[in-house]
């Protein structure tokens, strides 16, 4: 379904890759593409992305990671569509461990708990499984995404928010490093606080069943692609649970079963 060509022009896609990418950077929202460009298909909406990925690495910025999105129930019904997405995330969404992410550079910023994989080889799909993706893993670890959609409201469908680089927009992982086959990552247990409330729960088996399915997902998309996910990839695995709207002044802090803690403060 995603390998058609794109139905655009090279012109287009540039278009709107300046102006959702111009929105991020001057935090400003915007209406989805899909109004605009009702027929664009997912090859239109991943070159959109893809031309993102280029005008940040010709400012200079390095590719950190990937990350899969709407991959549990809670996400998809959040955001009322039906599969996984992907993106990727570079050195300038990065918040230090205990760091501080400044509020007016965002547009309505929330945050999501996830488990965060590091990978050690290179993975392939199509068909690329559970096991490959935990003989592949270096460790995994907790990490909390801030995500902020360009789009008013976060009202989206599926072709804008993958255009709109899965609404990636800063992420903090920290905690203990673990060894992937020592746990079971199916009812590894999170809780995100905020403010030193309880604000969302969950378990790692609300991502796909497993979160290393994320991952394998991730290699059968870039596969079909002619990519793999190269070692040494961090990929975040997607919101274990709906996400959560943050305010300047609030401390949001992720504890995971096992894996110790990760925060961030909102200025
Ligand atoms: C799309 C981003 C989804 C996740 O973990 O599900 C995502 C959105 O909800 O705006 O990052
Ligand atoms: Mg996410």
Not at 145 to 170: G, P, Q
């Amino acid at each position: 379904m995603d390998l058609d060509a794109p139905s655009l022009d090279a012109a287009t896609i540039e278009a709107l890759a300046e102006r959702l990418e111009d929105c991020e950077l001057q935090a400003r929202d915007t209406l989805k593409i899909t109004l605009d460009h009702p027929r664009m298909n997912w090859a239109d909406a991943y070159a959109v992305q893809e031309a993102i990925r280029r005008r940040k690495v010709g400012r200079g910025a390095r590719i950190v990671g990937l990350k899969a999105g709407l991959t549990s129930f809670a996400k998809m019904r959040q955001m009322g569509v039906d599969s996984p997405i992907f993106g990727f995330l570079t050195d300038g969404f990065v918040v230090p461990d205990g760091g501080r992410c400044r509020h007016a550079e965002l547009i309505h910023p929330k945050v999501e708990p996830e488990l965060v994989f590091v990978t050690k080889a290179a993975l392939a799909g199509p068909g690329c499984t559970i096991a490959e993706v935990l003989a592949a893993t270096d460790f995994v670890l907790a990490g909390i995404e801030v995500i902020d959609s360009r789009y008013r409201d976060f009202k989206f469908d599926l072709k804008s928010v993958v255009a709109d680089n899965c609404s990636s927009s800063r992420f903090v992982v920290g905690g203990i490093m673990r060894d992937a086959r020592e746990l079971d990552l199916r009812t590894t247990g999170v809780v995100l606080e905020k403010n030193g409330e309880v604000v969302a729960l969950g378990a790692g088996a609300a991502v796909l069943g497993h979160p290393a399915n994320a991952v394998a997902m991730l290699a059968d998309h870039l596969g079909r692609r002619g990519q793999a996910i190269p070692a040494g990839t961090l990929i975040l695995t997607g919101g274990l649970t709906e996400a959560v709207a943050v305010q300047p002044g609030d401390h949001v802090a992720l504890h995971a079963q096992g894996m110790g803690c990760t925060s961030l403060t909102f200025v």
